[in-house]
Nanobody
Framework: QVQLVESGGGLVQPGGSLSLSCVVS????????MGWYRQAPGKQRELVAT???????NYADSVKGRFTISRDKAKNTVYLQMNSLKPEDTADYYC???????WGQGTQVTVSS
């Protein structure tokens, strides 16, 4: 069974940056389309960004120009670089193999002064 393990969350001031990582336990990682989602308190989980096996990316309008998703096939890892963070980016962030019910445990991001 594939496992996803996120890391890199934390507390950051508005305007700051964080980098999230998600390690995939299977060597067939290169075959998986991957995504990052987030869920703020009291809200539904929403798409943040996706990256397919060819490296094509897609972003929610709210994060375009600020967040960058990438993947390192050698490390079985997908990243989410988050810049110019805003308080409304505060949420639990989850990585997933898109189109499946495989999710990580989540990592918390808090943007506050």
């Amino acid at each position: 069974q594939v496992q996803l393990v996120e890391s890199g969350g934390g507390l950051v001031q508005p305007g700051g940056s964080l980098s999230l990582s998600c390690v995939v336990s299977r060597t067939s990682f290169s075959l998986f389309p991957m995504g990052w989602y987030r869920q703020a308190p009291g809200k539904q989980r929403e798409l943040v960004a996706t990256i397919n096996t060819s490296g094509s990316t897609n972003y929610a309008d709210s994060v375009k120009g600020r967040f960058t998703i990438s993947r390192d096939k050698a490390k079985n890892t997908v990243y989410l670089q988050m810049n110019s963070l805003k308080p409304e980016d505060t949420a639990d962030y989850y990585c997933t193999i898109t189109g499946t019910n495989t999710w990580g445990q989540g990592t918390q991001v808090t943007v506050s002064s």
